[in-house]
Each structure stands twice: as structure tokens, then as C-alpha cells.
């Protein structure tokens, strides 16, 4: 994936009145989740804009509330692209991805992020987008190649997710069409259904057409 640095402060005062002004100040509150799982009660230290989430089993996540300018996730939120991130909030530096992003119905503007830390011990679920490559067989009996999946969710290392997926249709057929289970790919697990299509190629009326006249002859 490609790097994306960005910059917070971290949030102490919370609530929707305090989100409603900072918004009006062009500054979207956000929270980053998957940090440091601790015993419970939690006795240790917490920097600013941290709290001690309860979790199942006596356990508590470290969860950081903080704000980002709505600048500095533009090329983020609106690309098609996927980011690792060099989070920095106040003193607090590490690696996350934005797992959602909320949106207002009426405006569209930027209501909430949510991130989550991540490392190279923990395996994490990303939607990654596809690309199709090659020219299927079918396309050129007359079919018209069409993209079912988007996105796929990929389970890996961060560091492991690449920016796409590629999927190779060369020997896609006409009428034919690739699964999730049909794919592999290297240090990934591909959580959606097996039996999801990811790709297909669909019979045209002049590709019908043509395979009515050939049995025809």
C-alpha cells in the first residue's frame, strides 16, 4: 500500500455538542481504535485524549479520541485509493488505516473518522479495490466483460494488502464467470464468500444472435 501521513490533536472534551463545533471550525472529530489491550481495572498512565475502553474477560482496549482537519484527509477520503498511515496525534505516533468514514446525508460533509492502529503481528481486514486484467475470451466472441465486486476484503499483514487486486479474465469464457473461490493470492485471505462473483462475462443479443446462427448451420 502507499503511505499516507497524517497530522491530529488529540480531544479531551467530547459529546455532540463539542463535534458540532468542531465541524463548524472545518475539524472532524475521530477516534483510533486496536491499541494496547490491558488488565482491568486499568491502573496505568494515559496520555492526553486516551481512555480505557472495557472489552470481554476483564480486558480494556487504549482507545485516542482526537480531531483532523478536513484539508488534510481530502486526498484521503475521496480517492479510490487504500493508505497505510503515519498517524500523528499530539506526541502519539503510529501506523493505522481509516476503517470508516461518515458522511452526512443531506451535505456530504465529513461527520466522523474512525481508524485502527495497526503492526506487523496482527493480521487486519481491508476492502481492497479490483482490476481486471487481460482480454477474456468471452469479450472476444462477443460478450461484454462485466466487474460484479469492486472491493474485496482482503485479511493479511498490513504490509502485505498491496493497492489492488488483480484478477486475470484471458480465459474467461462466454457466459462464464470468476468466483471468490476461484482466486489466490499470496500471504491473503479473501473473507468474502466463495461462491460471490467477482467477474463475468455476459451473453449479448448479437453474441446470442451469432451462437443461434452457428447451430443453425
Not at 477516534?31 to 480486558?59: F, H
Not at 481530502?74 to 461518515?102: H, S
Not at 503492526?119 to 479490483?130: D, F, H, L, N
Amino acid at each position: 500500500m502507499k503511505t499516507f501521513k497524517l497530522e491530529g490533536s488529540p480531544r479531551v472534551n467530547l459529546g455532540k455538542k463539542e463535534s458540532k463545533s468542531l465541524r463548524k471550525e472545518n475539524m472532524i472529530p475521530a477516534v483510533l481504535n486496536g491499541g494496547k489491550i490491558v488488565e482491568l481495572p486499568y491502573t496505568g498512565e494515559l496520555k492526553e485524549g486516551e481512555k480505557c475502553v472495557a472489552l470481554k474477560d476483564g480486558k480494556g482496549m487504549i482507545v485516542t479520541d482526537f480531531k483532523v482537519s478536513t484539508e488534510a484527509v481530502r486526498k484521503l477520503i475521496y480517492t479510490p485509493d487504500i493508505f497505510a498511515i503515519e498517524l500523528k496525534i499530539g506526541e502519539k505516533e503510529v501506523m493505522a488505516v481509516l476503517k470508516d468514514a461518515q458522511f452526512h446525508p443531506v451535505t456530504g460533509n465529513i461527520l466522523h473518522l474512525d481508524f485502527l492502529e495497526v503492526s506487523t503481528e496482527k493480521p487486519i481486514v481491508m476492502a481492497v479495490p479490483v482490476v481486471l486484467e487481460g482480454h477474456a475470451e468471452g469479450v472476444k466472441a462477443g460478450g461484454k466483460l462485466v466487474l460484479k465486486m469492486r472491493r474485496l476484503k482482503a485479511k493479511a499483514i498490513y504490509t502485505n494488502i498491496p493497492e489492488k487486486l488483480v484478477v486475470n479474465v484471458e480465459s474467461l469464457g462466454l457466459g462464464k464467470s470468476t468466483y471468490v473461490g476461484d482466486l489466490k493470492f499470496d500471504g491473503i485471505e479473501l473473507i468474502n464468500p466463495k461462491e460471490a462473483v467477482v467477474c463475468s462475462v455476459m451473453m449479448t443479443r448479437a453474441a446470442a444472435a451469432a451462437a443461434a446462427a452457428a447451430a443453425r448451420k
